[in-house]
């Protein structure tokens, strides 16, 4: 059963751009959170998506935003770029809400 | 509010030399505490769930441990390919059933 699937592995942007990442979770998994992990803070809840509406939202500003389609793929945009959103951004998904989640191998996002 | 320490936030190995990791939580009603591995790069993988007091899972050289109050992660016998960072984190019962609250991590580092 292929994994939990993230792209772009890798980006650079600009402060004040916006940006989308993409996750597929794994086949048959209904539920899909982000995480934002840095030196500083750790892994750090964001967001979860199941049945495409979000159901749980960390405390982060209104400039970080998600969404989830039909076959489960869910996507995130951050708008306005700060510094400060340096950072592995990471997706994993679950059977149902609770329980095990598996994540995928993230995308470093680089704010110059 | 959900809170995870674990400790020592690094630990130094040499092979076969035995030890454990610590993972403290304090959650308002535990649906279960996870353990994870995570590689330089990579994104978490999945090692354990313990959702009760008593509970205790093994996986080669790993058993994770559960009690009211912590958790603990044994290693026997490590190896070099074990080094590698160790999360450990808890998801509450009810509302935010999803969401994964991380400590925020013991280095381990197993040397020939």
């Known amino acids: 059963k292929a994994g939990v699937t993230q792209t772009p592995r890798y980006l650079i942007k600009t402060r004040g751009q916006q940006v989308t990442l993409s996750c597929s979770p794994i086949s048959g998994h209904r539920s899909v959170s982000w995480y934002q992990q840095t030196p500083g803070q750790g892994l750090q809840f964001l967001f979860e998506?199941?049945?495409?509406?979000?159901?749980n939202k960390g405390n982060f500003p209104g400039r970080f935003s998600g969404r989830q389609f039909s076959n489960s793929r869910s996507e995130m945009n951050v708008s306005t770029l700060e510094l400060g959103d340096s950072a592995l951004y990471l997706c994993?998904?679950?059977?149902?809400?609770?329980?095990?989640?598996?994540f995928g191998p993230g995308t470093r996002l680089t704010v110059t | 509010e959900d809170q995870v320490t674990q400790s020592p936030e690094a630990l130094r190995l040499q092979e076969g030399e035995s030890s454990s990791l610590n993972c403290s939580y304090t959650?308002?009603?535990?649906?279960?505490l996870f353990w994870y591995r995570q590689d330089p790069g990579k994104g978490p993988e999945f090692l354990f769930t313990l959702y009760s007091a008593g509970e205790e899972k093994e996986k080669e050289r790993l058993k994770a441990t559960l009690t009211k109050k912590e958790s603990f992660l044994h290693i026997t016998a490590p190896k070099p390919e074990d080094s590698a960072t160790y999360l450990c984190?808890?998801?509450?019962?009810?509302?935010?059933?999803?969401?994964?609250?991380f400590g925020t991590g013991t280095r381990l580092q197993v040397t020939l």
């Open positions: 959650v308002s009603g535990l649906r279960g």
């Open positions: 998506y199941f049945s495409e509406t979000q159901r």
């Open positions: 994993a998904s679950s059977v149902g809400r609770g329980g095990e989640q598996y």
């Open positions: 984190a808890v998801q509450a019962s009810g509302g935010t059933a999803s969401k994964l609250t």
